[in-house]
């Protein structure tokens, strides 16, 4: 698979996501320059997509606690991986309108949003200290038997 197959607009190269579809990369850029070196250019990819991976992760963690919190890390990581990937992009364009979205349900209802996101983070800090409180790794270890 060829990394530079066509000229597009004189300024850029289209090059190949992965998935066949084409990404447009500017001339003399900076992802231009990483991808003619070999081996350079896989490792740039590799570590955009762990870093992605690692925010997106990151934002389904924090989805056990209400409001909006699971947003700005998803959002993150689906905008590091859209500079590289092309299938990230249209995800990011749909989880963008969605935020969009929420943003402007949570303007038009302050106090409810605000509410909640409240509500969840006390109910979080909560069952930290229960964990703390009650030792509550401690016994599930020794349950367990690790």
Known sequence: MSTETATYRDESVVADDGLGRPV???????????????G????????????????????????????????P??????????????????????????????????????RSSAAVTLGGLVLAAAALWAVGHFHLVDKTTQAIGI
């Open 40 to 71: 350079l250019g896989h490792a740039y990819r590799v570590s955009v997509f762990v870093a992605g991976l690692a925010c997106i992760a990151a934002g389904l963690a924090l989805a056990v606690l209400p409001g909006p919190l699971t947003i």
């Open 73 to 110: 890390p998803v959002l993150l990581g689906l905008w590091i991986w859209s500079t590289e990937f092309a299938f990230a992009a249209r995800f990011f364009d749909s989880f963008k309108d969605k935020a969009r979205d929420a943003w402007a349900h949570a303007k038009e209802h302050p």
């Open 24 to 38: 447009a990369v500017p001339r003399a850029g900076r992802r231009d320059r990483i991808r003619n070196k070999p």
